[in-house]
């Protein structure tokens, strides 16, 4: 079992450069397979999440050539099967398999999508686009089969701006006979960054980015260029609330700063300092973080997949914090290692008060998911003696060399076998 150990009490100092985005990469690995020809994508994170949708796309037939660890050339001429089950239940985004081969081949098969457990996580949305594009689903024995004769542009109208229900149902329409309209869309930027690909191959797609998406179906994407994936967010946002919890200094580099203008904003409420220059932001703090409450909310609003992090910045503010929840049931498992670690948290349902304290001490914890891993890091950093985090597989599912970039940054930090 590989752990990471951290001997904290650093203050991080220094340049990060952060990598393509594991939310955009994972959604348009599967958006390759409407394409029938040849496409390169540059800027692909090396994390565990890209490798296994890469492995899945083989078994489909993809070839896959890879020009560097983050450049790949993907060549979907010929598709082999539509239907791949047991890989495909070990992670959530595995469900982008079902938009592309149903607008590509009409007929898809994939095992009910597992991830990170952090509540019920129902595609009924996306079952519902499907069902109005005119294909027909069935759910029996942990399977998801989608056909159709021919897809048929429409209007839906999502109950709630899902994103995965935003991008599966854009991947549908793409090939669709007709014009889809998707109200109510998600807005995050990975989504753009989907559709941005899907027009650079021949798609048309308006209005991501906003509430009303329109799909002018294609008779066919064409390949043969080349995309670079967006900048992560994600990974840019816990690099600067690391920088606020260990009051550190540094310099995030490679980053969309109006893709962290929520963050930008919550930074400077607990006292931190932010300085924007072109793609690269300076963040530092000289003193203990003061109070805050914040409520997560789909893009714009503060990122669910910032919360643990945040958590962590307020687990060592003045005062006393309140954290709301407003996107998954179950993500304040995290809260229970960090009061391991010195914390005084109370967590119910979806909502935590944070009581701050003056430090944290280091302890045994394991990562409950992605982001709560990286909330630990932080933690550990941040702490005083010594942090052992187990559960490694969830943090090296969205973060690329994570204890090499804070190592660089002035972290006592390693990976040890045991």
């Excluded at 409950?368 to 490694?392: F, P, Q, V, Y």
Aim: with cysteine.
């Amino acid at each position: 079992m590989e752990k990471i150990i951290i001997n904290g009490g650093t203050s991080l100092k220094g340049e990060v450069s952060i990598s393509g985005a594991k939310n955009a990469a994972i959604a348009i690995l599967p958006a390759t397979l409407l394409i029938d020809g040849i496409c390169t994508i540059e800027n692909l994170p090396d994390v565990s999440d890209v490798k296994q949708f890469c492995s899945i796309l083989e078994i489909l037939g993809v070839k896959l050539t890879w020009k560097s660890k983050h450049e790949v050339e993907v060549d979907t001429r010929n598709i082999v099967k539509t239907s791949e089950l047991d890989i495909t239940r070990t992670f959530r985004a595995s469900y982008y398999l079902l938009g592309a081969l149903l607008g590509r081949c009409g007929n898809v098969q994939v095992g009910l999508p597992g991830g990170c457990k952090l509540g019920a996580r129902p595609i009924d949305l996306h079952i519902k686009g499907f069902e109005a594009l005119g294909a027909n689903i069935d759910l029996s024995q942990g399977n998801i089969s989608a056909t159709c004769k021919r897809l048929t542009g429409t209007t839906i109208y999502l109950d709630f701006a899902s994103v995965g229900a935003t991008i599966n149902i854009m991947l549908a329409s793409v090939l669709a006979d007709g014009t889809t309209i998707i109200d109510n869309a998600a807005k995050e930027p990975h989504i753009v960054d989907v559709a941005n690909f899907l027009n650079t191959m021949g798609a048309d797609i308006r209005g991501a980015g906003t509430d009303v998406i329109k799909i002018n179906g294609v008779k066919k994407l064409h390949g043969d260029c080349t995309y670079s994936i967006v900048p992560d967010q994600i990974e840019a946002g816990t690099f600067m609330l690391a920088a606020i919890a260990t009051k550190g200094d540094i310099v995030v580099k490679n980053c969309i700063t109006k893709h962290l203008e929520s963050v930008i904003a919550k930074v400077v409420e607990v006292g931190g300092n932010v300085d924007s220059n072109g793609d690269k932001l300076r963040v530092w703090m000289k003193k203990r973080p003061s109070k805050a409450n914040v409520k997560t909310l789909p893009y714009p609003g503060f990122p669910t997949d910032l919360q643990a992090q945040m958590g962590v910045v307020l687990s060592l503010a003045e005062g006393t914090s309140i954290i709301n929840e407003s996107i998954w049931d179950s993500r304040f498992q995290y809260t229970e290692e960090l009061n391991k670690m010195g914390a005084k948290i109370t967590s119910q349902g979806k909502s935590a008060i944070f009581e701050g304290v003056n430090h944290l001490i280091g302890a045994p914890v394991a990562a409950s998911d992605l982001r709560a891993g990286a909330a630990l890091i932080i933690a550990g950093i941040a702490a005083k003696g010594c942090t052992e985090i187990s559960n490694l597989e969830h943090i090296d599912r969205g973060y690329e060399n994570i204890e090499e970039k804070f190592r660089n940054l002035g972290a006592n930090i390693k990976r040890v076998q045991e």
